[in-house]
């Protein structure tokens, strides 16, 4: 079984760019969680797709937008990048869309994003 | 508001016993889970409680009292390769998973 997959591992962007990043979940889960990493800090959850439906989002602002395929892939797209944004991309699959399941999550190795 | 409390760092000695404490605050809830996650890599999942009482995986077994709004990671038999961040998450009443910052563990021959 594959695990899941992370791209790209690190990249460099400046501030106002915009950045795609992408996932593809373990085989046979359903669900993908994005979350955001600072250096010394645990995950901040950013949003939840489940069945290609937004299943739950976290406290971060509209230019943080993202998209899941039929396939179960996911995207995380952010747009009008801030130096803030600089951080670790956690991808995770699980799953189940709901229920303790989808909290026992597969974590992606992440993408390490640098607003410049 | 939502909140978990974790100690920032702990060291401990090859062999020995380890407790990571863990107390959490959140709108409902829906258990607790432990996940490693060592320097530069993602976080993998350890175990999680929903009811009271202690679940044990070999050498880690986890606690929980939700009374008390606390729980506990208890690693016997340290091993080098325990060095590692340890993050507590409490999955709160939409099962969204509300995270520690992780206790750093350092293990010491």
């Known amino acids: 079984e594959t695990g899941v997959t992370q791209s790209p591992t690190h990249l460099i962007k400046t501030r106002g760019q915009q950045v795609t990043l992408r996932c593809s979940s373990q085989?046979?889960?359903?669900?993908v969680s994005w979350y955001q990493q600072a250096l010394g800090q645990g995950p901040q959850f950013i949003f939840q797709y489940y069945r290609e439906e937004e299943n739950g989002r976290g406290n971060f602002p509209p230019r943080f937008s993202g998209l899941q395929f039929p396939n179960y892939s996911s995207e995380l797209n952010v747009n009008a990048l801030e130096l803030d944004d600089s951080a670790l991309y956690l991808c995770?699959?699980?799953?189940?869309?709901?229920?303790?399941?989808?909290?026992?999550?597969?974590f992606g190795a992440g993408s390490r994003l640098t607003v410049l | 508001g939502q909140n978990i409390d974790q100690p920032t760092e702990m060291t401990a000695t090859e062999g020995a016993i380890v407790q990571i404490n863990c107390t959490y605050q959140t709108s409902g809830f829906n258990g607790l889970f432990w996940y490693q996650q060592h320097a530069g890599e993602a976080p993998t999942f350890l175990s999680y409680n929903v009811l009271d009482g202690l679940e044990e995986k070999g050498r880690f077994s986890s606690f929980l009292s939700r009374s008390k709004g606390y729980s506990y990671l208890l690693l016997k038999e340290l091993q080098m390769k325990d060095s590692a961040s340890y993050l507590c998450a409490a999955s709160d009443s939409n099962y969204q998973l509300i995270w520690g910052a992780g206790t750093k563990l350092i293990i010491k021959p």
């Open positions: 085989s046979g889960h359903n669900t």
């Open positions: 995770a699959s699980s799953l189940e869309g709901g229920g303790t399941g989808a909290n026992v999550l597969t």
